[in-house]
């Protein structure tokens, strides 16, 4: 139950943070709206843009890599687990930090939630099935 129950929550989080990039791109009109009504560098301003977009491709990366993981997981493989970790990792420590540089700003804790659902369900899958090679599946359809 609780491998089911962490399988799906690991699935959750990175069908989340992947969709969570095209939001986050689309929030680039209002930092347009925010910024464009101040004489700011054109450079700088669009360094900025290619940032923002940037970031939403890495969103998109991460939990695409998450759901690669997820099949990886269901297969057996926890050689993939390194990958979550990091992924966990990164969310929480970046949640933290814009918790503590935006004074509190709940916001963030979004990213603490992810990052430690990510985390608990990755450590709780890390104890699963023993990763099985494509010799073994081999073996186990054949059933030699």
Partial sequence: MLRRLSLFVFLVVGVVIGLGAFGHGHAAQRVHAAIDQFPIDPVIAATLYIVW???????????????????????????SLFVAYLIGAFYVVTGVGGMIYRHGDLFWAFFIVLGGLLLVSSFALRSGNAPI????????????
């Fill in 133 to 144: 090679t494509q010799a073994e599946r081999g073996a186990r359809v054949t059933g030699a």
């Fill in 53 to 79: 977009y940037f970031v939403s491709g890495c969103m998109i990366l991460f939990g695409a890599t998450i759901i690669w993981a997820w099949f990886r997981l269901r297969a057996g493989d926890v050689s």
